[in-house]
């Protein structure tokens, strides 16, 4: 028998560790490769429900679900009030009225226009313009603007008056709760005020 060398009795030993390490580190790399990607998976899809579609959104609605893009005003019943009580009202004293202009799709718009009774507007024509309006069935409200320190809210309805004709006075009455408010900062409504209320019955003028 042939006496190798000790070097040369290693050198199977040593081929095949070297080949082990070789594949071990092969595996290691695929493994590590395999997890790195399996984030980016999960990643792409927990972020693909966000993505929603206006069908959805509307199915959401239907079902009763609020939604940030709901409409208040749609869940208001249409207005039930005659299509001819636009026109003017008596106010709380002469050359004064209330102005209604309630078009076909119930918007209502409108202004109370009244004698100034301070020092300092005494007998001075103010208008105060509605800056809030609705109807919702039978049922009419509104706010207007501040003007000099005061400004005017209503809720209440239109019903029919003593008149013949609708170019007659009192054919309509506009009956309800008119507050007067008194702001504490004269240019702007705020939480701090004085209001008076009282009920009115106010007359359509004639035509």
Not at 15 to 31: D, E, H, I, K, M
Not at 33 to 49: D, E
Not at 112 to 131: Q, V
Not at 143 to 156: A, P, Q, R
């Amino acid at each position: 028998m042939t006496n190798l060398n000790p070097r040369e009795r290693c050198r199977p030993w040593t081929r095949g560790f070297s080949a082990l390490v070789f594949w071990l580190f092969v595996l290691g790399c695929v493994w590590i490769t395999a997890a790195t990607a399996a984030p980016a998976v999960a990643q792409t899809t927990t972020q693909m429900p966000e993505l929603r579609q206006r069908a959805q959104y509307t199915g959401a609605q239907e079902t009763g679900v609020q939604t940030a893009s709901s409409n208040p005003a749609a869940s208001k019943t249409p207005a039930k009030l005659p299509a001819d009580v636009s026109g003017s009202y008596a106010f709380d004293h002469n050359n004064e009225s209330i102005d209604l202009d309630l078009d076909r799709r119930g918007k209502l718009t409108g202004f109370i226009s009244r004698l100034g009774d301070e020092e300092t507007d005494s007998n001075t024509p103010l208008t105060y313009f509605f800056d809030h309006a609705s109807v919702d069935s039978d049922q009419l409200q509104f706010e207007t603007k501040v003007v000099h320190g005061l400004w005017y809210s209503f809720i209440g309805t239109i019903v029919r008056g003593s008149g013949q004709a609708r170019d007659d006075e009192g054919y309509y009455i506009l009956r309800g709760t008119l507050s007067v408010h008194h702001p504490s900062d004269e240019r702007e409504k705020s939480s701090e005020e004085t209001v008076e209320q009282r009920k009115v019955s106010y007359k359509s003028l004639a035509q």
